[in-house]
């Protein structure tokens, strides 16, 4: 079984540029969560999906951060424009969304952003 | 809003040596997953604990949630290097809203 694929894996971007990242969850996942972690730290939410509606948005910074899930299968979540504060690692996961309190996450690769 | 505290932040030991990390919410947990990111990897999970005063075990590894659902731990027996990571709590919360700790690094000396 495939498990979450994320792209691309690094991407280096000058201040106010946008940025984009992909995110396929593992297949039959209907729940699709988007972190951001910087060094040293725990992940943090941005945005957690069921099936493609955003149920969990409080801590996306929404001024430049946008995402979307249009047919409950992969996701982009986008920075316009980015600013150096938003190197950081961009994870994206999933879990089976059968039982939403106590699923487990399935985490992908990982972005690494680097804002110049 | 709730809030998972986990210490120490760094803990270095020498191999063979036991190790444990604590985990703390300010608000009563419906579960609490464990999970490791070895260095430059993304988190995987390790456990799940959802009964008050659980413990589960695996080989080395024991897990306890406590009975007021509010702390666990996790504790590592003899370790080896393979062992090497950061150790993350996910505090469950009764309105589904998941907090990761900000975990604990392991090193260990060989």
């Known amino acids: 079984e495939a498990g979450v694929v994320q792209s691309p894996r690094y991407k280096i971007i000058e201040k106010k540029q946008p940025v984009a990242f992909w995110c396929n969850p593992i297949?039959?996942?209907?729940?699709l969560y988007w972190y951001l972690q910087n060094l040293g730290q725990g992940p943090e939410l941005l945005i957690r999906y069921e099936n493609e509606e955003a149920v969990d948005d409080s801590q996306l910074p929404k001024d430049r951060f946008s995402a979307e899930r249009l047919k409950g299968v992969d996701s982009t979540l986008k920075i316009q424009p980015a600013e150096l504060g938003d190197s950081a690692v961009y994870l994206c996961?999933?879990?089976?969304?059968?039982?939403?309190?106590?699923?487990?996450?399935?985490f992908g690769p990982g972005t690494r952003l680097t804002v110049l | 809003g709730q809030q998972v505290m986990q210490i120490p932040q760094y803990q270095h030991v020498q191999e063979g040596e036991d190790f444990t990390t604590y985990c703390n919410s300010s608000?009563?947990?419906?579960?609490i997953q464990w999970y490791k990111q070895r260095p430059g990897g993304h988190p995987v999970f390790l456990i799940q604990l959802v009964k008050s005063g659980e413990v589960k075990k695996q080989k080395r590894l024991t897990f306890q949630f406590g009975e007021a659902k509010k702390n666990s731990s996790l504790h590592i027996t003899a370790t080896q290097t393979t062992d090497v990571g950061t150790y993350f709590c996910v505090g469950g919360g009764s309105n589904y809203k998941l907090t990761f700790g900000k975990g604990t690094l392991l090193t260990v000396n060989p």
């Open positions: 297949s039959g996942h209907n729940t």
């Open positions: 608000t009563t947990l419906s579960n």
């Open positions: 996961a999933s879990s089976p969304g059968l039982r939403v309190r106590t699923d487990t996450q399935y």
